[in-house]
């Protein structure tokens, strides 16, 4: 097989050698994270690590081929839409990436190598392969530590005011994995803290018609989940990670309807005072504690 009809067959296309000298982002390309009711009064914050499946045009497209970035290995479907009308229900802020995670996952640590994954479901992506320090810090810097700084740095205005944010992640999952189906409508992913992610699962598990998934079908314990382990967990803050099956949100009508599904089973949980306090003994944890901002 030559290489021209190879690159067809993986969804690649040649791809030339990265210019480190630059800039990353150009005037038109998406901001690294994107702002939805940013002003609501709320303490609660949504965050979406994959809601994009975006590639900054000095990238190239990573030398793939334009049919690669509408599969969840670019991005999680639906998240966007889901976490927005999520936040519209609940009336609280949502911070999205705007980027893809092919070009780095904001939801691992920088040295995992799935942080600039060389090969994804079986698709190699060329603009990752081989990738040196230099590269991978740039692409951190401009657009991962953007859009956890954003993060950090609206948890600590809530806990300026006094106030003990809660946290929750919000991401769609394939329906198949493996030739295995999904059985589970909404995945509820949870480590040492149960105070949001188990009355969570107890109210999903009592609605008609929905399936719900105890650390299915991932695993809140699993090291994949920087966000939540960075940003709440450490820091005692209440937190939950949220997983639905991409085939139910993949429109604008299916990502309002599971939306309302979570805003129905989360209105009470977020209303309970008890919620937010700090969980565990850790350092610094009084609501003034200022985090690292990376």
């Known amino acids: 097989m030559n290489r021209s009809v190879a690159n067809e067959a993986v969804g690649t296309t040649d791809m030339p050698a990265t210019n480190t000298a630059l800039p990353l982002l150009e005037p038109d390309d998406s901001p690294p994270y994107h702002r939805h009711n940013e002003n609501t009064a709320s303490q609660v914050l949504l965050v979406a690590d994959h809601a994009s499946a975006y ?37 609280a802020p949502a911070i999205l990436a705007g980027f893809s995670r092919l070009v780095v996952d904001p939801n691992r640590q920088y040295d995992d190598p799935t942080a600039f ?26 657009l991962a530590r953007p859009y956890h700084r954003a993060i950090a740095e609206h948890l600590q205005q809530i806990r300026l005011q006094g106030r003990v944010p809660a946290l929750i992640s919000v991401h769609t999952c394939t329906p198949v994995f493996g030739q295995v189906e999904r ?76 939306a309302a599904v ?32 990376e």
Request: glycine content about 8%.
């Open 55 to 91: 590639i900054p045009s000095s990238l190239q497209q990573l030398g793939l081929e334009d049919w690669v970035l509408e599969r969840h290995v670019a991005w999680d479907i639906g998240s966007d839409l889901l976490a927005r009308y999520l936040s519209d229900m609940l009336q």
């Open 117 to 142: 994954i060389e090969v994804s479901d079986g698709i190699p992506i060329p603009g990752n392969q081989g990738l040196d320090e230099t590269e991978k810090q740039r692409r951190a810097n401009m």
């Open 183 to 258: 059985p589970w409508h909404i995945g509820v992913m949870w480590d040492k803290d149960p105070r949001l992610a188990v009355p969570l699962i107890e109210r999903l598990s009592q609605m008609p018609g929905v399936c719900v998934g105890d650390n299915e079908p991932y695993s809140g314990r699993d090291t994949h989940d920087y966000t939540i382990d960075h940003h709440a967990e450490a820091a005692g803050l209440p937190h939950v990670a949220i997983e639905v099956r991409q085939d139910l949100v993949g429109d604008r009508q299916g990502a309002r309807h599971w």
């Open 262 to 293: 979570l805003a129905h089973a989360l209105q009470d949980i977020l209303a309970d005072n008890a919620l937010y306090q700090l969980w565990g003994q850790h350092p610094g944890n009084s609501p003034a504690h200022k985090p690292v901002i």
